[in-house]
């Protein structure tokens, strides 16, 4: 997947000087082993801390061999104040964990208190206001250890990510879409930077881009990846000119960072100006790795962009839309999948999903803004969307939101796609996730989330759920199951 980072994780491990190094570092060389076993690739530094000289040793080891994401491994009880610091003083995502005892035949001379090496470590770390990521059961055997290292990966692949993202957004929310309007600080506070733009600034860097030379390839490229979907090829030109410029201005405008998203305005003087709407172009940056959120959702890209980092794949952007007719619950989902109407709605959006997410694909145009642009004649300025049935699969619906008082909090609900016909249009699919009509009433109604959601495809819950941990948000709402009550639920309904 482009756009997003390669970790290169190593391992340090750490040991009390009152009990023996080799013990540490031995059980270090046998996680390495584990690991590799895996088919994956850790750097193990030769350094095993004792004190803060070994901790500087160690640092400057790590860096020059291009680490960026670690593991500090205490293979015995482990020194509180020298592993707290390398946390402190590295710079990228931690992870730390502890060594199990091994066997009942060596618990004299072999015993490492690992244990509770973990609490004071776990201590030390609230005391210096740091933040690591510690597994569900941090103390394991070696080959525990080496899976907990592949857990952590799309974690620090996410933080990563994040302290080199540019998010690029052009134009101000719609009128009456103030819902996915947000207070950037908390980007700052993530590492993300921002560069806000007007309209007429992609209005003129579009038209400076009139005739250019790159057009009728990428066109030719639409044409072949549409294949037999290209009901509107009139318009491919002007979507391929759009395609450059949204392609140049990120190579132009990303300074320092590495990585880009897009949170672009697309409607209602889109049309009228540009001439087409943009949900085609969206599409094929998505499944470049670059994804564009519609409606300039600013924290909607940024939530794609942790979805990508996560599962390394295509996300999308969807709204989270309208019920499941009952008649097609009855003809199509019940009895055929544990699932109640209320636990089913539709994911839509105007046709921004990849082609590669859908089961066909067909450029048409938007219906929406067509019955208010242009009543009773030919589709024209509102032709550009990519229109097709989402995937059956499973999916993790998900979103990073920052608060109208300054905070973030998030949401993660993981369930399917189901292989029902939507019968409807736009990019759109039939979702199903367990308890839906609860968590959305006491989340995502309750917590006053906008009407967009990050899609991933694929079950990422577990690790979505721990990104947002070590990214410090508090209020993290799933579905929860029966029985399990909401603090805003009225215990005495139903």
């Keep these: 997947m482009n756009n997003v980072p390669k970790v290169k994780l190593g391992i340090v491990a750490v040991s009390r000087d009152c009990f023996p190094m080799e013990l540490s570092a031995n059980r270090r060389g046998a996680v390495v082993a584990a690991y590799r076993e895996l088919g994956r690739e850790v750097y193990e530094c030769p350094v095993t801390i004792e004190n803060e000289i070994h901790m500087r040793q160690a640092l400057a080891d790590i860096k020059a061999n291009g680490v960026n994401a670690l593991l500090v491994y205490l293979g015995n009880f482990g020194p509180e104040t020298p592993e707290t610091l390398l946390i402190k003083e590295f710079d990228g995502p931690v992870m730390v964990a502890a060594a199990a005892e091994e066997t009942q035949e060596n618990l004299v001379g072999g015993r490492g208190d690992a244990y509770c090496g973990m609490l004071n470590a776990s201590y030390n770390l609230g005391l210096r206001n740091l933040n690591a990521y510690i597994p569900e059961y941090p103390v394991g055997t070696a080959s525990e250890i080496a899976q907990m290292m592949v857990d952590f990966l799309p974690v620090a692949r996410t933080i990563l990510g994040l302290r080199d993202l540019k998010i690029i957004s052009f134009g101000p929310r719609p009128t009456d879409f103030m819902a996915c309007n947000a207070p950037i600080k908390q980007l700052f506070n993530l590492g993300v930077e921002i560069e806000e733009n007007s309209e007429l600034d992609l209005f003129a860097a579009f038209h400076a881009h009139a005739g250019d030379p790159r057009i009728p390839e990428v066109q030719a490229d639409m044409e072949a990846e549409l294949g037999e979907g290209n009901q509107m090829p009139g318009i491919l030109p002007k979507l391929a000119q759009y395609e450059i410029t949204l392609l140049d201005w990120m190579e132009e405008h990303k300074g320092s960072r590495s990585h880009v998203v897009f949170a672009n305005k697309c409607w209602p003087a889109f049309q009228t100006q540009f001439g087409f709407v943009p949900c085609y172009v969206n599409s094929r ?206 215990p005495f309904e139903g």
């Design 285 to 490: 940056l998505a499944n470049r790795g670059i994804p564009v959120s519609c409606e300039v959702d600013i924290y909607g890209a940024l939530s794609e962009y942790i979805g990508q980092c996560v599962s390394e794949d295509v996300v999308t952007l969807l709204d989270i839309n309208n019920s499941v007719p009952a008649d097609m619950y009855l003809s199509s989902i019940q009895n055929k999948y544990p699932y109640t109407l209320k636990d089913t709605f539709m994911g839509f959006h105007c046709g921004n999903t990849a082609s590669s997410k859908l089961t066909s694909c067909t450029m048409k145009y938007q219906l929406i803004m067509h019955r208010g642009l242009e009543p009773d004649k030919e589709p024209d300025i509102t032709r550009g969307t990519l229109e097709g049935d989402i995937l059956p699969g499973d999916i993790t619906f998900f979103r990073l939101q920052g608060t109208a008082e300054g905070g973030l909090r998030a949401y993660v609900a993981q369930g399917e796609v189901l292989p029902v016909p939507t019968r409807s249009f736009g990019g759109i699919g039939v979702f199903a996730i367990p308890e839906m009509g609860r968590f959305y009433r006491h989340v995502l109604i309750e917590k006053r989330y906008p009407h967009h959601g990050a899609v991933a495809f694929g079950h990422f819950g577990k690790a979505l759920f721990q990104v947002f941990r070590y990214l410090g948000v508090e209020d993290i709402g799933f579905n929860q199951p029966k029985g399990m009550l909401y603090p805003t639920e009225n």
